[in-house]
């Protein structure tokens, strides 16, 4: 079956191109993620161009799902008392530096 997809994009990389981009509008209906779909073709192109076919990858990149924005939780002063109680002492050490080098003020909403 690979074989053959590599032979028919080879003859014609539009036929290539437009096999992923079908099978990536597949996926999106299923439910597949923007990550399980960039994985999945990014064996398949790098496969492809490896054996010399040119892809359109603007037009295969803008197929796929968009890159969702992680919901970033800052940690509040409760939540650095609750761990400072809980750490040992080297741990508290190293609590302390980060707050006084503001690597965790700096999570802090303002």
């Known amino acids: 079956m690979g074989a053959l997809f ?5 003859q014609d990389p539009g036929i290539a191109n437009a096999d992923i981009l079908d099978w990536i509008n ?3 209906k299923i439910g597949f993620t923007y990550y399980q779909l960039h994985q999945y073709t990014a064996a ?3 496969l492809l161009k490896y ?3 040119m892809l359109n990858d603007y037009q295969i990149s803008k197929a796929l799902a968009a890159v969702p924005k992680k919901d970033r939780t800052h940690p509040s002063l409760q939540d ?3 761990l400072r109680s809980v750490l040992d ?3 508290r ?3 302390s530096a ?3 080098g503001f690597f965790v003020l700096a999570l802090l909403p303002t």
Do not use: A, D, N, Q
């Open 89 to 91: 002492e080297r741990g």
């Open 93 to 95: 050490f190293v609590e």
């Open 98 to 100: 980060m707050v006084s």
């Open 26 to 28: 597949e996926r999106k």
């Open 44 to 46: 398949v192109r790098s």
């Open 80 to 82: 650095l008392r609750k």
């Open 6 to 10: 590599v032979m028919k994009g080879r």
């Open 51 to 53: 054996t010399g076919v």
